[in-house]
């Protein structure tokens, strides 16, 4: 007599591999959601521990230091950010143009660079619900932040950290705002789906 060969039938097989995709079916959306939020979150950090590091560099050192897109023309940072710290002087003031010949005797160092975030993730300036060009933030000495020129007023309060999700549906989108305070100061802030239009 033979003996019996252990091993799965066609139709066990069949049944496994059937329940095995429903699962992963469930799963993957909750998957999705889960690296957004995630990648948000890190995007999210990030503009905020660099936005910090200036500011700190900026009132330690007192100097200007600015925090400026890399890709101007545009009212999105995620194509990648970079913190210019200056020499304590007029010429600072030219951080709002790197590209300017000017700027690399004015600006003498670049501790950060940071690369594009890629994927869906977006990062605006706005003001209130309205978005704003703000190619460069600099924080002076006394640790209160600037746009486009030192000692000009801030004309952005938040910058949005938005991953739309790839659909239409607001209530899917996930956001972070990071907002500035009277002296300067950088909180990071969880925005309800919905609540918020993400960076378009």
Not at 52 to 65: E, F, H, K, L, P
Not at 96 to 121: K, Y
Not at 191 to 197: E, I, R
Request: glycine share 8%.
């Amino acid at each position: 007599m033979r003996p019996s060969l252990a091993g799965f039938t066609l139709i066990e097989l069949m049944v496994t591999l059937a329940v095995a995709a429903i699962l992963m079916s469930v799963a993957a959306p909750a998957l999705q959601d889960v690296i957004a939020a995630q990648g948000v979150r890190s995007a999210a950090s990030e503009m905020l521990t660099d936005l910090s590091y200036a500011r700190n560099d900026a009132i330690g050192n007192q100097r200007s230091v600015a925090v400026t897109r890399l890709v101007q023309g545009s009212d999105r940072w995620d194509q990648g950010w970079r913190v210019v710290a200056c020499v304590r002087s007029a010429a600072c003031a030219a951080c709002t143009d790197p590209s300017d010949p000017a700027v690399a005797a004015a600006c003498l160092e670049e501790p950060i660079r940071r690369q594009p975030l890629g994927g869906r993730i977006k990062l605006c300036t706005r003001m209130n619900a309205t978005s704003v060009d703000t190619p460069t933030l600099i924080f002076g000495p006394d640790g209160r932040v600037m746009d486009t020129a030192l000692g000009a007023a801030l004309h952005i309060n938040t910058i949005m950290i938005s991953d739309d999700m790839g659909d239409a549906d607001a209530g899917n989108d996930r956001m972070r705002s990071l907002e500035f305070g009277p002296t300067g100061r950088v909180s990071l802030h969880v925005v309800n789906p919905g609540s918020a239009a993400p960076c378009s």
